[in-house]
């Protein structure tokens, strides 16, 4: 028995013309998955599959927590997900897939693997920044951080401050050569858009 076999939906020989499904996705299932978003979770997947004239719907109503690094500080954050998706499927020659939720599976099978559907939809569902709230984030690693964002004069220690200041003056003065000292080839190019 392979790692997926308990994700394998008997699509030909269903009995009912809707079934529903209870999935666990542990850590377990993440660690075999080995998808680069999730390593550990828990989360409870519920699918109901109704047969239709032409095809197969399948709908998962997703559930549950995932451990993901924060962006900030790196440490693992718990992440509270909760999707709705929907995948189309009907019988074909050869498997296949026609736009965004519908998968082509060969009839001769007659069966359709969702695990790795299943780690899609729970990826998708994880929000693209993902970061501990406030005070919760790794403090030694927020130093760090915060020692390499100085973004003005405050931040700067004392014993920097003439440095940062002469340095400031040097800036300042490049911009002001620069806006005097125009190339002449974009003056050739403002002719040339002037005439139309």
């Known amino acids: 028995m392979g790692k997926f076999d308990k994700y394998r939906i008997d699509l030909k020989g269903m009995q009912a013309d809707s079934m529903t499904y209870d999935f666990l996705l542990d850590n377990l299932f993440f660690v075999n998955i080995d998808g ?105 690693m927020t130093g760090k951080l915060n020692k390499h964002l100085r973004t003005n004069s405050d931040e700067v220690g004392d014993d920097n401050d003439e440095d940062f200041a002469s340095s400031m003056e040097l800036t300042e003065d490049n911009n002001e050569d620069t806006e005097t000292r125009i190339d002449p080839r974009w003056n050739d190019l403002k002719k040339i858009l002037d005439n139309n």
């Open 36 to 140: 680069p978003e999730v390593q550990k979770g828990k989360v409870q997947v519920t699918l109901i599959v109704k047969r239709t004239s032409r095809a197969f719907e399948l709908n998962f109503q997703t559930e549950g927590v995932v451990w993901v690094p924060c962006d900030r500080c790196l440490d693992e954050m718990e992440l509270p997900i909760i999707s709705s998706d929907k995948l189309m499927v009907k019988f074909g020659a050869t498997y296949g897939e026609e736009g965004d939720n519908l998968i082509i599976v060969p009839e001769e099978e007659g069966d359709i693997n969702v695990a790795w559907f299943m780690y899609e939809f729970v990826s998708l569902a994880i929000p693209m920044k993902h970061v501990h709230g406030p005070g919760k984030c790794n403090k030694t």
